[in-house]
Nanobody
Framework: QVQLVESGGGLVQAGGSLRLSCAASGSLFVFNVMGWYRQAPGKQRELVASITRTGRTNYADSLKDRFTISRDNAKKTVYLQMNSLKPEDTAVYYC????????WGKGTLVTVSS
């Protein structure tokens, strides 16, 4: 069974940086695409960034200048580097992997203080 486990969340001041990690229980190549989503209190879950098996990336327009998604196939891990964080980035961040079916991690909380 595929498992995705996020880590790296926490409390950071506005302007700071965090790097989130998503560790997969098996090879990343089973996924057609992997992505990071976030859900802020009272809001719908939204796509932050995604990366395909071949490394092609896609970002939410409002985040592309500050966030970077990457993958390390040997470590079976996908990363989200988040810079210049703002209070509005506060959310639970979820890792997603799609094989035709969607797999989700349990999420990691990012809190950005002003």
């Amino acid at each position: 069974q595929v498992q995705l486990v996020e880590s790296g969340g926490g409390l950071v001041q506005a302007g700071g940086s965090l790097r989130l990690s998503c560790a997969a229980s098996g090879s990343l190549f089973v996924f057609n695409v992997m992505g990071w989503y976030r859900q802020a209190p009272g809001k719908q879950r939204e796509l932050v960034a995604s990366i395909t098996r071949t490394g092609r990336t896609n970002y939410a327009d409002s985040l592309k200048d500050r966030f970077t998604i990457s993958r390390d196939n040997a470590k079976k891990t996908v990363y989200l580097q988040m810079n210049s964080l703002k209070p509005e980035d506060t959310a639970v961040y979820y890792c997603n992997g799609n094989t035709g079916m969607d797999y989700w991690g349990k999420g990691t909380l990012v809190t950005v203080s002003s």
